[in-house]
């Protein structure tokens, strides 16, 4: 019996480890910090190298002010989301939970402007993912300021996703969750604000609440790019998500592209408002390929004033 109580004892006590573990960190981080990022009184002050130290179950709480990915004019830096890192925005600075930040009142933003003034210099991509699953979570952020203008070919990181790259590329799997976000004012040449990167591998963001506003690709995809070339998948979600003024030759809002590999794009309650395609698709285009291709676009989905149409011809459209 005592054997029998004493192995049940270490169970539990093994078990009370993996939990804490599976808990994690709370960094702090605020842009005077003067710390380590151990407490709101010690909170850290660079946020790209808290990242870089968060791991899988760890938590970052941002206060509100902007942040940069370098104190240099390094185009190539980033903040880096490792897998399983939640990083909540809109912090005052003295919150003891997440549910007590107010991220409209306190913005939290997130910058590629630096270099010299003007965004001809800014970071390539803002934020860069890969290979991250869906418990990576980004919430409560205004994400501006990214210009993917470097020369490259399709699928480059320095040509695509000015605010966020998001890389699930070549076998690779990421699915990250972006949440009470705005991406707003980023290039590109395509995706300006998001590339989903899918070629030959995965992913499958969700955006729940976010704003795409203002951003502008030279190419295609004003404020999203889709991905999923060479048998890749590609399969975004967006809930309350709203689409404004973005510009694009085509899809000045979403544009998506298969080529032998599956896209499924899925919207709930989303509106798209005066966004302008240089050629078509205003709201939405699809270059449909080999492959298959389909859009989910629910009833509550509302589309204005898009130019020149709200969404091309070239899809397999069903509604629910």
Same mark, same amino acid.
Request: hydrophobic share 30%; net charge negative; with cysteine.
């Given at each position: ?10 169970? @539990? ?33 660079? @946020?790209?190298?808290?990242? &870089? ?152 963001? &969700? ?10 690709? %030279? ?9 999923? &070339? &060479? ?13 404004? %003024? ?70 397999? @459209?069903?509604?629910?």
């Amino acid at each position: 019996m005592k054997l029998f109580t004493g192995v049940f004892f270490s169970f @539990l006590m093994s078990c009370s480890c993996l939990f804490a573990q599976n808990e994690g960190n709370i960094f702090f981080v605020r842009p005077d910090g003067p710390g380590d990022g151990t407490s709101w009184e010690e909170a850290a002050s660079d @946020l790209a190298a808290v990242l &870089r130290q968060a791991e899988a179950g760890d938590q970052v709480w941002v206060a509100t002010g902007t942040y940069k990915p370098t104190a240099d004019s390094e185009r190539e830096a980033s903040f880096e989301l490792n897998d399983g890192v939640r990083v909540f925005g809109g912090f005052r600075g003295s919150e003891s939970t997440a549910e007590q930040r107010d991220w409209l009142n306190y913005p939290t933003v997130l910058s590629g402007e630096i270099g010299d003034t003007g965004y001809q210099d800014n970071s390539f991509s803002v934020i860069y993912t890969e290979n991250v699953s869906d418990q990576t979570l980004l919430d409560g952020f205004i994400v501006t300021g990214g210009n993917a203008n470097g020369q490259s070919d399709k699928g480059g990181r320095i040509r695509c996703g000015g605010g966020w790259f998001n890389n699930g590329s070549k076998g690779k799997v990421s699915h990250p969750v972006i949440r009470n976000c705005t991406f707003t004012n980023n290039h590109g040449f395509d995706g300006a604000a998001f590339y989903n990167y899918g070629e030959s591998g995965s992913c499958a963001p &969700r955006f729940v609440n976010c704003t795409f506003s203002q951003n502008q690709a %030279e190419l295609d995809g004003g404020a999203i790019f889709n991905d999923g &070339r &060479r048998g890749g998948d590609c399969r975004p979600v967006f809930k309350n998500c709203n689409f404004v %003024e973005n510009m694009a030759s085509y899809g000045a809002a979403i544009f998506a592209e298969n080529e032998n590999g599956q896209v499924e794009l899925n919207f709930q309650n989303c509106l798209f408002k005066e966004n302008m395609a240089y050629l078509w698709g205003g709201g939405i285009f699809t270059k449909k390929g080999e492959g298959e291709l389909e859009m989910n676009i629910g009833k509550d989905c509302k589309f204005h004033d898009n130019y020149p149409t709200d969404i091309n011809k070239s899809y397999n @459209l069903s509604r629910d």
